[in-house]
Every structure is written in structure tokens, then in C-alpha cells.
């Protein structure tokens, strides 16, 4: 069993990767705000995540698999309606049960997936502790007001926490202006940034043995800041834009990597975001959302 999970687990890491490359340039096209363009990493999240997806004529899928893959059926409801699995190793004669072209092949995944197994609840098991230790750090943290604490122990504001999330701030901070502070932590919280964040940790550590598997999550929290600090300053005029971009520079980054900060990610290409900061009309929200939204199931489906 562990070597046929290791064997999907490949499989999906290797069409991720691909999906994610992708994602990587379209980001990088500029005039779609990242509050929008952040979405597109579902491509490579459901990918990694989920083995099998709806197959599809307009997938990009269709045309890659006429020269690197295949995918294999597992549910037909009709002629429209099927399910699959990508199947870029094709290392297998048959899937249920799953019998090897190679005998040895069948030793070799249960070996690797031992080795995948084993080396992703670790990486697992200290996120857990690193998680637990914060949490146990700031417990003593000091109310301020409703919800937004000072503690000694942080070194930048940041979001701790899920289900009941605080904002905690360094002790210096007492007595500061924190409107611009407190309106992107509270963004944060609107948005779940912290659960996101837990989230792209814990599937970067599934697929641990993937490089870009954690270039991905790089950029993927870079992101979460850049929609953040857009839909913080989406109601600010351009002089308020620039005391936001004041702000960012005047915070200290928070150690903790597990939490939203205010100081976190690259800052110049944070402010650059907000100092360019364009309130969308209707008419360019209908069509960004559609452009993602045609991505996402061009990318999302395999081959028809």
C-alpha cells in the first residue's frame, strides 16, 4: 500500500510541478492584482492534494499527454462526465491491483515510500512543535485592546493563532499610531492567511522531496502579503497609501514563520505594490476573475 501511495504521490508532484512553473509566469504578468492572481495557486495546491481531477477537452492536459503522459480512468458516469489520474511515470502495467512492468520496481516504491513516509511526518511533527512553541511564548502576552496584545517575546507585529487569532505587537509599540499596523493584521484575519499559511506548510511537507514544492510555498506566502496589503489599502487615498508605505519600512520582521506579519516578505516589492495600488472598476473585476477562473480549469483538469 505505501509504495502504490508513493507511487501517486510522484505522479501528482510531477504534474504540480509543472502546473506551478506555469503559475510562476502568469504572476508575473503585470496588471492582475495579486488579490486575484493569488488564486491561481489552487492549480498547484489541488494537484499536489488531490490524485485524481474531471477530465476535459480544454485541459491543458490534452495536449501534453500526447508526448510526456497518460491518464488512467478510475470513475466513467458517461460520455461528459469522467475522473482520472495523471500517470506521468507509466511505470505500471495495471492499477487495480497494481502490478509493476519491473518486479524490482515494486521493492523500490515501497522503499521510497518508507523514506517519503517517515521523513514528511517529521518534518510534520516539527511544525507541530514549532507551532505549540510560539503559542506556549505569547500566552502571557499583555491586552492592549479588543483582540491586539503587546508581548516582549515577538520581535514585529504578527497574527498568532487560527481558531481564536490575536493580534500581538512588540512591547515597544505602546503608545505608537498602529492604525495602518492593526489594518493589515485585521485583514489577515478576515482573509485566513494563518490557516493558508498551515496549510501550504503542510503540503510543501508531503512533497518535501520536491524542490519547487517549497519554491512554490515561497512565493505563495509572498503573495498572501501582496493581496493583504491590497485589500488593507483598498479604501485609502494616495497620501494614505504612502503613510502605509512608511509603515512597512519602520517594522521589524517576525521570526516566526508560521505567522502573518506585517513586516513580512520582500518590503520594497510591497511597497512598490501599494504605492501602484489601483482601485478595479467593475468591468476589469469581472474580466481578471474570468481570466483566472479559465486558468485555473484549463490547468486543474486532465486530458479528455
Given amino acids: 500500500m505505501i509504495g502504490e501511495i508513493c507511487y501517486w504521490i510522484f505522479n501528482m508532484s510531477i504534474v504540480a510541478s509543472l502546473m506551478g512553473l506555469i503559475v510562476l509566469l502568469v504572476r508575473r504578468i503585470k496588471g492582475i492584482p495579486r488579490r486575484i492572481s493569488v488564486f491561481l495557486w489552487l492549480i498547484p495546491f489541488f494537484r499536489m492534494c488531490i490524485p485524481f481531477g474531471i477530465n ?7 495536449l501534453i499527454s500526447r508526448f510526456t503522459t497518460r491518464t488512467v480512468t478510475v470513475y466513467e458516469a458517461g460520455d461528459d462526465l469522467a475522473f482520472s489520474f495523471t500517470n506521468t511515470i507509466m511505470a505500471a502495467d ?58 516582549d517575546k515577538v520581535s514585529g507585529p504578527a497574527v498568532y493563532g487560527i481558531i481564536r487569532p490575536k493580534i ?35 503540503v510543501a511537507s508531503l512533497h518535501w522531496f520536491n524542490p519547487l514544492s517549497w519554491i512554490f510555498l515561497k512565493y505563495f506566502l509572498e503573495d498572501l502579503e501582496l493581496a493583504c496589503d491590497e485589500m488593507a489599502v483598498a ?26 506579519a506585517f513586516g513580512g516578505a520582500k518590503v520594497r516589492t510591497r511597497i ?4 501602484s495600488y489601483k482601485q478595479m472598476t467593475i468591468f476589469s473585476a469581472i474580466g481578471f ?16
Avoid at 476535459?56 to 490534452?62: G, T
Avoid at 515597544?172 to 501550504?200: F, M
Avoid at 512598490?272 to 504605492?275: F, K
Avoid at 481570466?291 to 490547468?299: E, R
Fill in 56 to 62: 476535459s477537452s480544454w485541459s491543458l492536459m490534452s
Fill in 94 to 151: 495495471s492499477y487495480s491491483p497494481m502490478t509493476y512492468k519491473v518486479n524490482i520496481l515494486e521493492d523500490v516504491f515501497k522503499v521510497a515510500g518508507t523514506v517519503w513516509l517517515t521523513v514528511a511526518l517529521a518534518i510534520l511533527i516539527a511544525l507541530t512543535i514549532i507551532y505549540v512553541t510560539t503559542k506556549i511564548e505569547t500566552d502571557d502576552a499583555r491586552l492592549l485592546e479588543k483582540g491586539i496584545y503587546l508581548s
Fill in 168 to 202: 500581538i505587537l512588540p512591547e515597544s509599540y505602546e503608545g505608537q499610531d498602529l492604525e495602518y499596523v492593526i489594518q493589515h493584521e485585521k485583514t489577515h484575519i478576515r482573509r485566513l492567511d494563518n490557516l493558508w499559511r498551515i496549510i501550504g506548510f503542510i
Fill in 235 to 260: 479604501n485609502y487615498g494616495e497620501e494614505e497609501r504612502k503613510d502605509y508605505a512608511r509603515a512597512l519600512l519602520s517594522c521589524s520582521q517576525s521570526k516566526s514563520m508560521l505567522v502573518s
Fill in 272 to 275: 512598490e505594490n501599494v504605492l
Fill in 289 to 304: 476573475t474570468a481570466l483566472i477562473i479559465i486558468i485555473i480549469y484549463t490547468l486543474i483538469t486532465n486530458a479528455g
